[in-house]
Antibody
Framework: EVQLVESGGGLVRPGGSLRLSCAAS????????IHWVRQAPGKGLIWVAH????????GYADSVKGRFTISRDNAMNTVFLQMNSLRAEDTALYYC??????????WGQGTMVTVSS | QSALTQPPSASGSPGQSVTISCSGT?????????VSWYQQHPGKAPKLIIY???RRPSGVPDRFSGSKSGNTASLTVSGLQAEDESDYYC??????????FGGGTKLTVL
């Protein structure tokens, strides 16, 4: 069974940092691209970042470029999202999702990030 | 990276068909056949229902269909059922390892 489990969310002050993790199981992780997608309370889905199977290729939304870094450890079947210089507008539920044909076919349940003083 | 444009709401009666549009540009929807659609019920993670414009993942009813013309993609839900009441989001690949979502459409079954 494909599973994606996010962790690492929490309350952080503006300007602070957090590192999110996405632990995968039930599929060949080392061959899979992974994305992060976020959703602010009551709002729509926003694509955040992507990483290819070996970590050599990444992409970021303009709103997070230069502040967020996506990485992966294929030995641990885990993808990370390092979030620095956090702003109130980064407050959201962060999902990781597996890529299939440039779509997101399996999603985790999300981890909540709240940026507030 | 501008969001794709979806109508905020749509509605239909049980048994009817409803079509939700997703308008992009020649840099995303119009340039790639990598349009996907997601259904999201309140408090749940999104679920993939259409990928590559018109392909359905295993287990998705054939009442859901997708198409594209130029810079606009569409999702059609035929034979509306009460459980189809949900939020729907389109997404497109935009090149250079970038993706973009639409703002979402709330579908109400009357």
């Amino acid at each position: 069974e494909v599973q994606l489990v996010e962790s690492g969310g929490g309350l952080v002050r503006p300007g602070g940092s957090l590192r999110l993790s996405c632990a995968a199981s039930g599929f060949t992780f080392s061959s899979s691209w992974i994305h992060w997608v976020r959703q602010a309370p009551g709002k729509g889905l926003i694509w955040v970042a992507h990483i290819n199977s070996d970590g050599s290729g990444t992409g970021y939304a303009d709103s997070v470029k230069g502040r967020f870094t996506i990485s992966r450890d294929n030995a641990m079947n885990t993808v990370f999202l390092q979030m620095n210089s956090l702003r109130a507008e980064d407050t959201a539920l962060y999902y990781c999702a597996r890529d299939r044909a440039f779509a997101f076919d399996f999603w985790g349940q999300g981890t909540m990030v709240t940026v507030s003083s | 990276q501008s969001a794709l444009t979806q109508p905020p709401s749509a509605s239909g009666s049980p048994g009817q068909s409803v079509t939700i549009s997703c308008s992009g540009t020649s840099s995303d929807v119009g340039n790639y056949n990598y349009v996907s659609w997601y259904q999201q019920h309140p408090g749940k993670a999104p679920k993939l229902i259409i990928y590559e414009v018109s392909r359905r993942p295993s287990g998705v009813p054939d009442r859901f269909s997708g198409s594209k013309s130029g810079n606009t993609a569409s999702l059609t839900v035929s034979g509306l059922q009460a459980e189809d009441e949900s939020d729907y989001y389109c997404n497109s690949y935009a090149g250079s390892n970038l993706w973009v979502f639409g703002g979402g459409t709330k579908l109400t079954v009357l």
